[in-house]
């Protein structure tokens, strides 16, 4: 959430950035509804400082036995106007409230602007695309031939998109979330958390999940509570309503959930396999820094993923992505992307993101500076990586002639234990 007299202030500058991240939002709506609101709280306050003179005034009159029934009737009036007036301010305040909600993040000043995924701009590539003397065939074909996953079995108890992996495939894939917890908490410094996979509606409006994304999310709507799309929501929110030590930060935290996403309007788009599917696994960053020091940390971040990949041994680029392509509640983002051999494309499997205080508005986290002033924390999350798309690169990276795969020696490692 945007700060409401920045937005007074710098209505054209948040226009431009709405426009710029392919959002409709009516600013001057909602800034005529600031001032309604305003208007409101003058007339209130008005009339309530007037009637405490008033009362004052009538108890003096009532103890020198003065007649005080006049004011007494007049005072009956403006009590009934402050009920009316209080009744309608709080109702304009949860409007504004609730359109408030509806701004997204402002880009940061660097990032290009764009329609578009087209005007992504190239930072890096790591590694070359690996070269077969015959011809690679994707995942699907791969998981079938050594039994690793059973997309059908899966749509049959759940629907399409709920892949089961089975065998080695679910071996792997435990392997994967267990390989990049432990390597970013021994080499990269972060605490674990393991959170809770169904959360509230305040940490889902905390994060900028909603009411933006309210049609990708699972509901269970007789609690109304939410399936997660992703650990950043559990994790992030665990310092909702609270006031941080400026000694304490940064915190670092790693944590692994299962994500839930219905990806409306999206089927049909690279849904072969598990390109794009419903439940999968990922091992997720998130810091939360003094603003200072956030971009500093986003870059440290994107290192942290990438040497996840680097590990794996896998070819990848790095992508910053322009405002059209950005989600909602970022201000800068950084795309990974690793490249699939057979299916000859890049995918990503990790997005990072620095929020600045979008996320620490809205979920009211703040920190005590130096000085002892309030301010409100900065906010970043990564995946580090999502498992789905990972699979795909390592099944295709290090498949066989033969149709066989060889697992990567640092993922063989967890599989070698034997009771």
């Known amino acids: 959430m945007i700060d409401i007299r920045f937005l007074r202030d710098n209505a054209e500058q948040v226009k431009t950035a709405v426009k710029n991240k392919n959002e409709k939002v009516d600013i001057d709506a909602i800034l005529a509804l600031d001032e309604q609101r305003r208007k409101l709280q003058f007339q209130f ?25 006049g004011l007494i009737a007049e005072m009956g009036k403006v009590a009934q106007q402050i009920k009316e007036i209080s009744e309608e301010l709080s109702d304009t305040g949860d409007k504004l409230d609730m359109v408030m909600l509806s701004i997204p993040n402002l880009p940061h000043p660097e990032v290009t602007v764009g329609a578009s995924e087209a005007s992504n701009r190239f ?46 495939g679910a071996a792997i894939e435990r392997a994967l979330i267990n390989f990049m917890l432990q390597y ?37 709507e007789e609690d109304d509570l939410w399936l997660i799309p992703t650990a950043e929501v559990p994790i992030t929110h665990l310092h909702a309503e609270e006031i941080m030590s400026h000694k304490s930060l940064p915190v670092k935290y790693v944590g692994f959930t299962p994500c839930f996403r219905r990806e409306a309007g999206s089927y049909g788009k690279d849904t072969r396999g598990l390109q794009r599917i419903h439940q999968f696994n990922k091992v997720e960053i998130v810091r939360f820094v003094t603003p200072e020091t956030s971009y500093d940390a986003l870059e440290e971040m994107v290192t942290d993923a990438e040497h996840i990949l680097q590990a794996l041994g896998l070819h990848y680029r790095v992508i910053e992505l322009c405002t059209g392509d950005m989600s909602f509640a970022s201000a800068k983002t950084y795309d990974i992307e690793v490249w699939a051999a057979g299916l ?60 066989s795969i060889k697992v990567p020696p640092i993922i063989q490692n967890w599989l070698n234990y034997r009771i």
């Open 45 to 69: 306050d008005t009339l309530k400082a007037g009637q405490n003179k008033v009362s004052a005034l009538i108890a003096r009159k009532k103890k020198s036995g003065e007649d005080a029934a």
């Open 344 to 403: 000859q494309k890049y995918l990503e499997v990790s997005s990072v993101s620095n929020f600045e205080d979008f996320q620490a508005r809205r979920a009211n986290i703040r920190y005590r500076d130096d000085d002892g002033k309030l301010r409100f924390i900065h906010t970043l999350n990564g995946s580090g990586v999502a498992t789905p798309r990972l699979m795909i690169a390592l099944l295709e990276q290090y498949q066989q002639a033969d149709g």
């Open 123 to 168: 930072i890096r590539e790591w590694g070359t695309k690996q070269a077969f003397d015959f011809s690679p065939v994707d995942h699907l074909v791969l998981a079938e031939k050594n039994a690793l996953l059973d997309l059908q079995r899966g749509a049959k108890v759940s629907g399409s998109g709920f892949p089961v992996y089975t065998g080695l």
């Open 184 to 220: 970013h908490i021994q080499k990269h410094g972060y605490t674990e958390i393991w959170a809770p996979f169904i959360v509230n509606r305040k940490a889902m409006i905390g994060t900028g999940q909603l009411p933006k994304l309210e049609n990708d999310m699972y509901h269970v």
